[in-house]
């Protein structure tokens, strides 16, 4: 199997930040990782593979140090993609509409007119209380469509897409709303009296494919930040054993500013590592020393030129699709890379023979944040911010390089291969 067919595979059974978690889960434990649960004790051991997950929308692995301060070895991506929650069903115009919310920063204009899925979790109630399932209304297709140009004749110069006007779903003919709830029963294996609550996306039911001459580019559905997850998780589940401990983390909420429990400004990944190194016996020197000892490879896709608006990059920068993987940078600090970061980085990619792309926001434009700069406030640890090249971002299907994808998953097992140890302040011994 071509590696980009295993990101494909990843992505199509990850229609909703649940659902990749879930299949990463299922990956991690397919690789001998044990589930663990916050609300009990952790019985862990120096070399375990573990993971935990939080709200079903978030997850770390972690395989743990063989003592006490030798650090971590980490990666965040996050699980979430533009758009839209379910609300809940009504009638309109003859037609049983999808009541829905816009989530993240999406283009709208790709929403429309073509089949879109529903997925998500559903609450069920049960004879001991409240269980959650995961459904995909696989079978079903919701539909935005436009409003035909006679009626809009200046749709062509323009046109703002409302939410609230514009963006609403027909799910079916009149007066089919326990229709939906009947499905969505049947998917969670209940009855509809039996739903209490639910947590539903629509979501593109296109399936990755590649595009181009030779083939060369990859077009699929979220792959912001789901081909980083699934790279990084690559790079995580290849390495082979070390003293020091690895983290694999992927958050939720990064669309919408990270500020929730699942997020990377929650507290996760701090517990996560304090109970790790409780069971190690850690001190508080030992806490520090590890955290000195620590990197972390924040990773969430970048910015490739345009070959029709090629203006929009940064003319001494341009990052071009199959060029490598991008290694971003902004004197902001909106992407963590320094100068130290960055040679660590190059470094290890050199000697995996992937080339990288340095990526930096054309002067005069804002660029938008990611998870590193946000989880430095949670855990201070040197980061880099890296991410695979693309166009049409935050579109309902987007554009990679299918080499990019190949270098990327190689850049992510250099990362957690290598051997790279802190010396002093902005010095490091690293053995590839």
């Excluded at 051991?45 to 079903?56: C, D, E, H, L, M």
């Excluded at 998917?187 to 639910?198: D, N, P, R, V």
Aim: overall charge negative; some cysteine; aromatic content about 8%.
């Amino acid at each position: 199997m071509a590696i980009h067919q295993d990101l494909f595979a990843y992505i199509e059974k990850s229609p909703t930040p649940f659902h990749a978690v879930a299949e990463s889960a299922r990956r991690l434990e397919q690789a001998g990782f044990a589930a663990l649960n916050e609300t009990e004790n952790w019985s862990l051991v120096p070399g375990g593979k573990y993971y935990v997950t939080r709200n079903q929308s978030s997850l770390i692995a972690f395989v743990m140090p063989q003592a006490a301060g030798e650090g971590w070895r980490m990666s965040a991506a996050h699980s979430d993609s533009p758009s839209f929650k379910v609300k809940g069903v009504s009638q309109q115009a003859g037609f049983t509409m999808l009541n829905t919310e816009g989530y993240g920063g999406m283009i709208r204009s790709a929403w429309l007119d073509r089949p879109l899925g529903i997925a998500g979790r559903v609450l069920v109630k049960t004879e001991t209380g409240v269980e959650s399932r995961l459904v995909d209304l696989e079978g079903v297709s919701a539909v935005i469509p436009h409003l035909a140009i006679h009626f809009d004749r200046t749709v062509n110069d323009g046109h703002k897409y409302d939410l609230k006007k514009d963006m609403q779903a027909i799910f079916a003919g009149p007066d089919k709303n326990a229709c939906y709830t009947e499905l969505l029963a049947r998917a969670a294996g209940c009855t509809s009296a039996e739903i209490l609550g639910t947590d539903l996306l629509l979501y593109c039911k296109d399936k990755g494919q590649a595009v181009g001459g030779e083939g060369e580019f990859l077009l699929c559905p979220r792959l912001d930040d789901l081909g980083c997850a699934w790279g990084t998780l690559y790079g995580f589940l290849s390495a082979p054993a070390s003293r020091q401990g690895r983290v694999w983390c992927l958050f939720d909420n990064e669309e919408v500013g990270s500020g929730t429990r699942q997020g990377a400004c929650g507290s996760f990944l701090p517990d996560v590592l304090a109970r790790a190194g409780q069971a190690l016996g850690e001190s508080e020197q030992d806490r520090r020393r590890a955290l000195a000892n620590s990197l972390l490879l924040s990773a969430d896709n970048g910015h490739a030129i345009h070959p029709n608006f090629a203006e929009m990059s940064d003319p001494a920068s341009p990052v071009k699709l199959n060029g490598g993987v991008v290694l971003k940078f902004n004197a902001s600090q909106k992407y963590t890379t320094n100068g130290v970061t960055g040679a660590l980085f190059h470094s290890l990619c050199d000697g995996a023979k992937v080339p990288v792309q340095e990526y930096y926001n054309r002067p005069d434009l804002p660029g938008g944040s990611t998870l590193g700069n946000l989880l430095g406030a949670q855990v201070s640890v040197p980061m880099a911010d890296i991410g695979l090249p693309q166009l049409a971002m935050h579109s309902c299907v987007e554009l990679t390089g299918a080499q990019d994808v190949q270098w990327l998953a190689d850049a992510c097992a250099a990362w957690f291969r290598a051997d790279v140890r802190c010396t002093g302040d902005g010095c490091y011994q690293v053995a590839l």
